[in-house]
C-alpha cells in the first residue's frame, strides 16, 4: 500500500533563518535522509517551493481562474513530500519518522502528516 507523507513547516521561523543556517540543517538532515532512502520503502522524495511562489488554478461560476499563491494560507505550509510503500499505516508513520522534518522541530516547527493513497498512475515521460 502507498502513503504519501506531507511535510509542515512554520513559515515564520523559516523566514528568520540566516544564510548560514542553511548548511547546518543540511548536515542536521543528512543522516536522516540516509537513514529514510535506506529504509528501502521510499520511492520518491520531493521539496516544494515557498508559498509565493504558487499559484492556485480554481474552477468557478466564470471559468477556469488562476491567482498567484497557496490555495489557502496557512501559518504551516507543505515544504516536502514522499511517498512510502508500506504494509499499512503502522508501517508507514514507523518509516516517516526516519524523515529530518520529524527530527527539525526546534528549527522548522511543523510536522509531518501521513495519508494513504488510494489511487497513483504512473504516466510516461
Given amino acids: ?63 477556469v481562474t488562476e491567482q498567484a499563491g497557496p490555495y489557502e494560507q496557512t501559518k504551516e505550509p507543505w515544504g516536502a513530500f514522499f511517498i512510502v510503500e508500506a504494509q499499512n499505516m503502522d508501517e508507514a508513520v514507523r518509516i516517516a519518522r526516519l524523515h529530518p522534518g520529524t527530527h527539525l522541530g526546534e528549527i522548522f516547527g511543523g510536522g509531518i502528516e501521513v495519508r494513504p493513497i488510494e489511487s497513483l498512475e504512473q504516466l510516461s515521460a
Fill in 1 to 63: 500500500m502507498k502513503f504519501i507523507g506531507v511535510c509542515y513547516y512554520d513559515l515564520e521561523g523559516f523566514a528568520k533563518l540566516q544564510p548560514g543556517d542553511f548548511q547546518k540543517i543540511g548536515e542536521l538532515c543528512a543522516p536522516h535522509d540516509a537513514r529514510l532512502k535506506a529504509s528501502g520503502k521510499v520511492s520518491l522524495i520531493g521539496s516544494l517551493a515557498l508559498p509565493n511562489e504558487f499559484r492556485t488554478v480554481r474552477a468557478g461560476k466564470s471559468g
